[in-house]
């Protein structure tokens, strides 16, 4: 079955630009979650999606949202870029959102880099 | 501060040599996942616990739960080349119905040949 799906792959944008990244997760998965890596901070929750519903939010500002359509695509959006949010931006997939004996799977991410 | 602390950051060992990864916090978690990142792709699911003092094997891979739901380890027998990677904890707290992990830093591997 085809994996999950991010898009675009590589990004530079200008500080203070808005920039949006787009994830197709696994067909049947309904939980769609984000995530933020950086080499200083790892791997750091943005928000997740269930059934077009934000159902867990991290601590990134409001600058940081998204949103999930009727068929679990989801896309994030970082408007006002800084420097510091370039970053590989991971978008993961699961059936419902659950771990214990719930497979989340990752996508190869975004690159964005901001100059 | 990092709620997953783990260590070593870097690990370089030669072909065969065995090694441990720890994984610790000082909160409980309700469950905990392993995870393998190589670089330009995304992590790699490896393995789940979710009860205390659980062990898993997976290959040459054994992984354990503590006790108290506060910590982990991954230990490696016999490491191959095809072993190098990122390794990382993650843990979920709460209610196992959410796609909100913790990570910890994570580990880099360099297995030698």
């Known amino acids: 079955k085809a994996g999950v799906t991010q898009t675009p792959r590589y990004l530079i944008k200008t500080r203070g630009q808005q920039v949006t990244l787009s994830c197709s997760p696994i067909s049947g998965h309904r939980s769609v979650s984000w995530y933020q890596q950086t080499p200083g901070q790892g791997l750091q929750f943005l928000f997740e999606?269930?059934?077009?519903?934000?159902?867990n939010k991290g601590n990134f500002p409001g600058r940081f949202s998204g949103r999930q359509f009727s068929n679990s695509r989801s896309e994030m959006n970082v408007s006002t870029l800084e420097l510091g949010d370039s970053a590989l931006y991971l978008c993961?997939?699961?059936?419902?959102?659950?771990?214990?004996?719930?497979?989340?799977?990752f996508g190869e991410g975004s690159w964005l880099t901001v100059v | 501060t990092q709620l997953l602390e783990q260590s070593p950051q870097f690990l370089s060992i030669q072909e065969g040599e065995n090694l441990t990864v720890y994984c610790n916090s000082s909160?409980?978690?309700?469950?905990l996942q392993w995870y393998r990142q190589e670089p330009g792709e995304g992590p790699v699911l490896l393995v789940t616990?979710?009860?205390?003092?659980e062990v898993k094997k997976l290959k040459r891979l054994t992984f354990q739960f503590g006790d108290a739901r506060k910590d982990s380890s991954l230990h490696i027998t016999a490491a191959q080349p095809g072993d190098t990677g990122l390794y990382l904890c993650a843990g979920a707290r709460g209610s196992s119905n959410t796609g909100k992990l913790i990570f910890g830093q994570g580990t880099t591997l360099q297995v030698k040949p």
């Open positions: 909160s409980v978690f309700s469950s």
């Open positions: 616990v979710v009860t205390g003092g």
């Open positions: 999606y269930f059934s077009e519903t934000q159902r």
């Open positions: 993961a997939s699961s059936l419902v959102g659950g771990i214990s004996g719930n497979t989340i799977y």
